[in-house]
């Protein structure tokens, strides 16, 4: 019963301002929808720059590389190519001097032998197999996404329980009288509700513009209930445990980061020290990237 | 100057804000180079990358932290007192803003010669233009942050969601991996964050000798600063000052 009533009196209090909340309840939809979409209309191309003394030269060379459905192809300018490299504007830069190419990257020298030789190969017109190994696919890259995001989304929204802490709203509560448990959990399966409703109006409409994502309607729904509980449960004992939002917030982008970090968001677990391979494990970005998985070979066995 | 020793001191106290402008880069330093160790070859080490990447997002994370500074008179019940005495509203800011930014720019200072004597980072060549481009930011983030703090009605909401477009616009700048993209889309919004240029620049300058870029983000953030501050001044919310701890909140 004192579950209901907080969790009542808190779509209430939501809608004493109405425009805020639909503010509050759109934007998170937004962030997720606009984050997941341009994650999956990603293309696997190389960014190449080209330098060369002859404009000739380099006109022959640009119309031969273009050729390639992988490569972008635009000429770079020598004097800003270091920063171009460090900045991701291209990935390599090819360099034509007397005849003689050569490969600039900021990547290890194992790498720009492996550009060299691509680079050869479509020159010489021979196939070229896929450049880019596929590390993920667009359904575990869009949750663990999904997950980073939502560990400070839940943490914002369970920042109430904070709020009613310093306000002496619990006081009150306790004195009807009912547990702080119910309080607490009141709150909780408010933010879990909330949160797999935007989570699933996010993903809907991803699989609806997207043709990409190849997990039926119920899997992703399984998958997003599955992080709303994951990061409402974290973002509850976040606030609980803090003394003020502002180190709840922090603490909550702090975690985001640091299991994305760990968690194989940016770098494949397999690539990882030994060390970080074993300290991903606490990581729940790794637990979703997993879980994805297994509902991927489920599916298309 | 009395008012500037205040503040000062009362932000160097706080273990918090100091936890997160020293610990917190150089850790995530520490643990992004030992992750990408392999990804990089001569041309810079993974250490030295995310040394030149990470101070300006760490400082652009600090918004929030400085909002908070803001409001201390409102969460101590102390704003009255400041209010009653004879201090004008210009001189207030002004002095919290440069105590602030005093405050946070010796912490990046630790952090500048941590990452400088460990991880040999090429600062040397234009160390005094990537030191100063770093104090000019923090000089706008800390504006940014007063008048997040000061003058707005609905920090509470604000503050929630900052955290996502400083992501988002470290993501797209290269803070944590290189973004190389063919897509225009992603090429638009990359060109759109503040912290791309800021290590556009940096890189430039340390890399390509090349200043142009790096004085122009100067130039940029103290124009923004002045223009922040003179919008804090004018737009001085007193009830943010003394109740902004709780006024926007529903009771």
Redesign the interface.
Known sequence: MGIHLVMKNNFN?CM??KV?YI??FL?PIA?ALI?SL?NI???K???VGVICDNEEETDKLVSLLNKSEKL?ISIANY?????D???????FIIRLNDNKISII?????K??EYYSNMIENIINSKSVTSNIKKTYSKEQQMMEMLLA?FL?MTT?NA?SLI?DK??Q?INRFLFAPKRKLSYIMGNYFYNLLLTIIQLSVAVFIVKVISKELTLDFGKLFLLTTAIALISTTLGTIICLVSKS???A??TA??IA??SS??GGA??PIN???KI?QTLSAISPIRWIIELTKIFLVNTMG | MRLFKFYFIRTMKDSFTIGYSIIFPVIIVLLMGLLRKSAFGDLITSYQYYSYTLIPFCILCEITTVAYLAQEEARKKVGERFLSAPISMKTLVVTKLFAVTTALGICHFIVFSIFTIIFHTKFWGGLFLVFFLYQTFTLFTASLGLLLGLCTKNFIIIKNFMNIPIFLFAILAGTFFPISTVSTLIKLLVNLSPLYWINRGIFLCMYDNKYTILLLCIACNLLACAFLIAITVVRFRKEAFLYGDSFSYEK
Do not use: W
């Open positions: 209090r004493a301002h805020r503010i509050f934007l962030v984050a341009v209309q990603e293309t191309q190389y960014n972008c004097e800003e190519q270091n920063a490299l460090l900045t991701g504007k291209y990935r990257t900021m990547e290890s020298s790498k720009a995001l400070v914002i920042s709020m310093q306000n709203t939002d502002v180190s917030n922090i982008a702090s980061t640091v970090l760990i940016f770098i690539t990882m020290p970080i």
